[in-house]
């Protein structure tokens, strides 16, 4: 497959704006079409109109506008590490949007999910929290000067989390061992722990920052 991605970004903020409304109208799509309950005429001619949409798209594409990944400063715009990555990816129409920040030694990150990440009736699909953790966990290991693929990744779930609350994922490093980093993070709404998780992460920088 031909490579459609930079490391670095040559778009400007209007371009990335831009970019961004059309993301942000196909995830209140994606999250909309959940509830759709219409005539099958009606139905029928909304997927001839995105059907069209889908044509302008197609007709649209080269490479990505962003680049593959982003350095930790910018995870105050909403980016995370990828901007196009299934989890919390801020170019992404199928991902709750993470709004991250820095605290202290800690990696925070605030979300909501909607109806499209639902597993059981009123709740988030466990995978998705799973996703989010190892999005979460690689932002705290880059935050330390690591970088690497997740070789393990287990989360413990505690309660019930609900949809449409507001969501706080932290993370933190536990501990380097050679190549080996390991990180946690944990889950609350409201001060009640929903959630923890423990990953473990190869280091594959040659140097730290």
Request: proline residues 1%; negative net charge; glycine residues 14%.
């Given at each position: 497959m031909k490579p459609n991605y930079r490391f670095q970004c040559e778009a400007d903020e209007a371009s990335i704006n831009a970019h961004r409304q059309v993301v942000d109208a196909l995830r209140a799509i994606n999250e909309g079409v959940v509830l759709l309950n219409q005539s099958p005429q009606q139905l029928s001619e909304l997927a001839t109109t995105l059907g069209s949409i889908a044509e302008q798209?197609?007709?649209?594409?080269?490479?990505?506008?962003?680049?593959?990944?982003?350095?930790?400063k910018q995870l105050e715009r909403r980016e995370g590490l990828q901007p196009y990555a299934p989890f919390g990816g801020s170019h992404s129409p199928i991902t709750p949007q993470l709004h991250y920040?820095?605290?202290?030694?800690?990696?925070?990150?605030?979300?909501?999910?909607?109806?499209?990440?639902e597993g059981p009736i009123g709740c988030v699909?466990?995978?998705?929290?799973?996703?989010?953790?190892?999005?979460?966990?690689?932002?705290?290991?880059?935050?330390?000067?690591?970088?690497g693929p997740t070789a393990q990744l287990n989360t413990r779930y505690i309660a019930p989390t609900l949809l449409h609350k507001p969501l706080i994922f932290s993370a933190w490093l536990e501990k380097?061992?050679?190549?080996?980093?390991?990180?946690?993070?944990?889950?609350?709404?409201?001060g009640e722990l929903l959630s923890s998780a423990e990953a473990l992460f190869i280091n594959n920088l040659k140097t730290r920052p």
């Open positions: 798209v197609e007709a649209g594409q080269g490479e990505r506008l962003r680049e593959y990944f982003t350095p930790l920040r820095e605290e202290g030694d800690k990696i925070i990150a605030e979300a909501t999910f909607s109806l499209l990440h699909h466990g995978g998705v929290i799973a996703g989010i953790y190892d999005c979460v966990l690689a932002a705290a290991v880059v935050k330390h000067g690591y970088g380097v061992d050679g190549k080996k980093i390991h990180v946690a993070g944990e889950c609350h709404c409201d």
